[in-house]
């Protein structure tokens, strides 16, 4: 019989279908041929592809690729390293990685009436000067 064929069973008795309907033909899966598999299976170790787009292209799905791959291995048809193998990102740097400066922080004493306002990058040897002036002028 063709793909459209069909079967009409009639069953009798309590409990049963009036009407069965059997289908015959192909079931719809895919027997794929030993040499195929091989291929698609090739295509997805392929540097760059992805194995949803390779099952995609082939009919399959990806955990088929993943099982065939499996069976391959075990049967010493497919070494282990080539699909355990990681795959690394170049690093690329843009340009010349520039040295941040740390924001400026304002450091402030007082001393009586006296404000002094500078920034941390004065020299400590400066910093006390200029205090031991301030205080001496009081």
Do not use: N
Not at 7 to 34: A, F, T
Not at 79 to 93: G, I, M, N, R
């Amino acid at each position: 019989m063709g793909l459209d064929s069909k079967k009409d069973v009639h069953l009798d008795g309590p409990g049963s279908l009036s009407r069965l309907e059997v289908l015959e033909g192909p079931s719809g899966r895919r027997v794929r041929s030993e040499a195929e598999r091989a291929r698609i299976v090739a295509e997805s170790l392929l540097p760059g592809a992805q194995v949803a787009e390779v099952a995609r292209k082939h009919g399959a799905t990806r955990w088929q690729i993943y099982d065939w791959r499996r069976r391959f291995r075990q049967r010493g048809l497919l070494p282990a390293c080539e699909a355990s193998q990681p795959t690394f990102a170049p690093l690329v740097v843009g340009g010349a990685l520039e040295e941040r400066q740390a924001p400026a922080i304002k450091l402030e004493i007082a001393i009586g009436d006296i404000v002094l306002r500078t920034d941390t990058a004065i020299d400590a040897e400066q910093l006390s000067r200029v205090i031991r002036v301030l205080r001496a002028s009081r």
